[in-house]
């Protein structure tokens, strides 16, 4: 079963940084393409960064290239988002997601399986 928890979440002002951490608490090996997703109030969840399970490709949204990295430690079955030069737009909930592929996780999140919680990013201008 996996269980995806994330966290380091939290309010930051325009220009800061954070990294984000998602962590599969329920198994001792995680195969599949991991990604991050968000949504902020009002809106639709948007896909942000994919990840595929050997860590070689990675995908972005065009808003935030240059500014987020995504990566991922298999040893410790944990995904990062390190969000750099944060914008008062990046302001949402941060999802993690595992699925099949990385490239389809960009494409539709309709492919995804598993889903964590959630964690609040907050930027003030």
């Known amino acids: 079963q996996v269980q995806l928890v994330e966290s380091g979440g939290g309010l930051v002002q325009a220009g800061d940084s954070l990294r984000l951490s998602c962590a599969d608490s329920?198994?001792?090996?995680?195969?599949?393409?991991m990604g991050w997703f968000r949504q902020a109030p009002g809106k639709e969840r948007e896909f942000v960064a994919s990840?595929?399970?050997?860590?070689?490709?990675?995908y972005y949204r065009d808003s935030v290239k240059g500014r987020f990295t995504i990566s991922r430690e298999n040893a410790k079955n944990t995904v990062y988002l390190q969000m750099n030069n944060l914008k008062p737009e990046d302001t949402a909930v941060y999802y993690c997601?595992?699925?099949?592929?990385?490239?389809?996780?960009?494409?539709?999140?309709?492919?995804?399986?598993?889903w964590g919680q959630g964690t609040q990013v907050t930027v003030s201008s």
């Open positions: 990840i595929s399970s050997n860590g070689v490709s990675k």
């Open positions: 329920g198994r001792t090996y995680n195969p599949y393409a």
């Open positions: 997601a595992a699925g099949i592929s990385a490239s389809q996780a960009m494409r539709d999140m309709k492919t995804l399986l598993y």
